[in-house]
């Protein structure tokens, strides 16, 4: 079981960007998948996730309304959509297969102009 994330970057404030979690060794319809982030410093916070059926849930108080979550079961990768995005937002972000404990290496956003 293996996760890859991708498409973290440098953006300024306002901006968006998708980042890319790519699984393999399971399906990803199989597991609730999360995305967790976690600023230098700080401890990991949940912030959003999709569950085995395909629907939202877990969602922060902190990205609510711009954060959406979504998922291509035929290329098995599940994507965070990030808008409007902040100074806060940047942190290492990472995603996880509840089913199987299994993490990412994270992908490092930094928000800033």
């Known amino acids: 079981v293996q996760l890859v994330e991708s498409g973290g970057g440098l953006v300024q404030p306002g901006g968006s960007l998708r980042l890319s979690c790519a699984a393999s060794?399971?399906?990803?319809?199989?597991?609730?998948i999360n995305w967790y982030r976690q600023a230098l410093g700080e401890g990991r916070e949940l912030v959003i996730g999709?569950?085995?059926?395909?629907?939202?849930?877990n969602v922060a108080s902190s990205v609510k309304g711009r954060f959406t979550i979504s998922r291509d079961t035929a290329k098995n990768l599940v994507y965070l959509y990030i808008n409007r995005l902040k100074t806060e937002d940047t942190a290492v972000y990472y995603c996880?297969?509840?089913?199987?404990?299994?993490w990412g290496q994270g992908t490092q956003v930094i928000v800033s102009s």
């Open positions: 999709i569950t085995a059926a395909g629907g939202t849930t």
């Open positions: 996880t297969a509840v089913a199987f404990g299994s």
């Open positions: 060794g399971f399906t990803i319809s199989s597991s609730v």
